[in-house]
Nanobody
Framework: VQLQASGGGLVQPGGSLRLSCAAS??????ADWYRQAPGKQRELVAG???????TYAVSVKGRFTISMDNAKNTVYLQMNSLQPEDTAVYYC??????????WGQGTQVTVSS
């Protein structure tokens, strides 16, 4: 499954961004967002199932919201109250019963004044 991530950019502390991850012609069953900061391991940020269950890393709970639009085969990550420590490359990671797990190409999020 080809995943196309978008929506990253430069934002000031306290600002917001919305990341999108679209699949080409196939529906997700489970989707996650991971991030990797320079010199750090990739970490799970948020996950969602097609049943609507969600999970969040403690560091982003209450600030980030993951959602899925099954009609558009797209998963979103709404990020509010961004802080410099949220700076990382964000990757979508999605599972389809037809195609298994796939990774998107990553989108850079930089939080800086």
């Amino acid at each position: 499954v080809q995943l196309q991530a978008s929506g990253g950019g430069l934002v000031q502390p306290g600002g917001s961004l919305r990341l999108s991850c679209a699949a080409s012609g196939i529906a997700f069953n489970v989707a996650d967002w991971y991030r990797q900061a320079p010199g750090k391991q990739r970490e799970l940020v948020a996950g969602i199932s097609d049943g609507g269950s969600t999970t969040y890393a403690v560091s982003v709970k209450g600030r980030f919201t993951i959602s899925m639009d099954n009609a558009k085969n797209t998963v979103y990550l709404q990020m509010n109250s961004l802080q410099p420590e949220d700076t990382a490359v964000y990757y979508c990671h999605a599972y389809s019963r037809v195609a298994g797990w796939s990774w998107g190409q990553g989108t850079q999020v930089t939080v800086s004044s």
